[in-house]
Structure formats: structure tokens, C-alpha cells
């Protein structure tokens, strides 16, 4: 519909350009906004610190379940962090450590890990409700230790649900990161956003559109691909 409407019928005007000059504008993207660079910035910036977050998540797990002054830390970032909204956070660091392209990796990473930390915990507990005191008890019986059923037992339990969690999270995470670097103007989609708008460059940025949904599908896809193979299970 789109090229039908746009190249053929309709005029060249502003509100979307000929799919033709969009093609196009890809050679710009990776010439005059250097596309590439950019694009691997935000994509490590996504992609790493979550991974990260899983695994200090999956190290911290045992604590987190236990109660202590880490976990009360825990439920009080929790709140923090529904009714404070990450932009907030996103701005407070681009304040301290103006242009800084570390900043947007731990902005990230803090995105990600409270939000496993939170969801662990919230499905952890649901499945100890549901298996009840009497199996890790009688697991403790055969001389397992709690930190063992936790990281062997409850974490691996809990897998296919946190797996929905990261892919529902994916969406959100691509948005906070590029508008982070669309305000801190260091490397990144963001900022190659902020350029063209600059310019007023309308075949780049619906360009840049496209490329920037195509690259979520994709992600959502692997992720999912991931969850089926690896984490099929249910608690």
C-alpha cells in the first residue's frame, strides 16, 4: 500500500517519502550518520548489560529470597522503581557523567536488574507457596543446602516465566536506551535520531524506523526462540 500510494499514485510531500529515496537514504545512514557504529552502540548497550543482570541476578538469588537487609533493599527499590519513573534516573545520570558512553550501560543495567530481581523473587515465592516448606525440608534432609535448592531447584523452576518477563521487557529496554542517548548525545541510535530530525532528513528517519522495528522483531523472535528451546518447561 504503501509503495503503491507513495511512489505511483501520490506526490513527494512530507508526510511519508517514495520507498525508492527511503532505499535510498540507507547509503547515508551508513556513510553520514555512520549507522554502523551507532547501531552496535545501542545494540551492546542493550544486550550486555542484560546479560549481565541475569547472571549477578542468578549469583545474588539466594540472597534475595532470604530475609535480610539486602532483600529489604530489594523491596524498597521496588517501590522506587514503579512510581519513579526511569527517565528520572536516565536524567540524573546524564547529569553526573555528562557524553559518557558508560552511563547508558548502567542505566541499563539497573533497568534490568531490578526489574529480574523484583520478578525472581515475585515468581520464587509464588512457586514456594505452591511446592510448599515439606520439599525443601526434606531436600535440606539429604544434606542439600538452601543456597543449592535455591540456584538448583526454585531458579531453574522460575526460568520460563523470568524468560517472558525479558522479552516483554525487550520493547521497553530498546525505547529507555535510545531515548537515553537521543538526550545524552553520545554514540548510539539515539543520537543518530536527534542528527536527522536535526537535518530534517524524512527518508532517514523512516528509515532508521524501519530498521529499528525490524531489529525488535528480530530480538523478540531469538528471544522466544531461546524461551521454546531452552526454558519449555512449566513450574
Not at 59 to 86: A, Y
Not at 121 to 146: D, H, P, V, W
Not at 152 to 158: F, R, T
Not at 190 to 218: C, E, H
Amino acid at each position: 500500500m504503501w509503495i503503491l500510494l507513495f511512489e505511483i499514485i501520490l506526490p513527494v510531500n512530507n508526510i511519508l517519502p517514495k520507498p525508492s529515496i527511503v532505499l535510498q537514504s540507507f547509503d547515508d545512514l551508513l556513510q553520514k550518520y555512520q549507522l554502523g557504529w551507532n547501531y552496535l552502540s545501542t545494540l551492546s548497550a542493550i544486550y550486555l548489560p542484560m546479560l549481565v543482570a541475569h547472571y549477578i541476578c542468578k549469583f545474588l538469588f539466594p540472597v534475595i529470597l532470604q530475609k535480610n537487609v539486602f532483600s529489604d533493599i530489594v523491596l524498597s527499590l521496588q517501590w522506587f522503581s514503579r512510581n519513579i519513573p526511569g527517565i528520572i534516573l536516565a536524567m540524573i545520570l546524564i547529569y553526573w557523567f555528562p557524553r559518557s558512553e558508560v552511563t547508558k550501560f548502567i542505566f541499563a543495567f539497573l533497568i534490568s536488574f531490578t526489574s529480574f530481581m523484583f520478578k525472581s523473587k515475585y515468581m520464587a515465592e509464588i512457586n514456594l507457596g505452591r511446592i510448599g516448606s515439606e520439599y525443601s525440608l526434606s531436600l535440606q534432609s539429604f544434606g542439600i543446602g538452601t543456597n543449592s535448592i535455591s540456584r538448583e531447584v526454585i531458579w531453574k523452576a522460575i526460568q520460563p516465566n523470568l524468560m517472558a518477563h525479558i522479552i516483554r521487557q525487550n520493547i521497553y529496554l530498546w525505547a529507555s536506551v535510545i531515548i537515553f542517548e537521543y538526550v545524552n548525545l553520545g554514540f548510539g541510535i539515539g543520537t543518530l535520531l536527534r542528527k536527522i530530525l536535526q537535518f530534517r532528513d524524512l527518508s532517514a528517519l523512516v528509515m532508521i524506523f524501519i530498521i529499528i522495528g525490524i531489529s525488535i522483531f528480530i530480538s523478540m523472535q531469538l528471544l522466544k526462540l531461546n524461551k521454546n528451546k531452552f526454558h519449555f518447561w512449566k513450574a
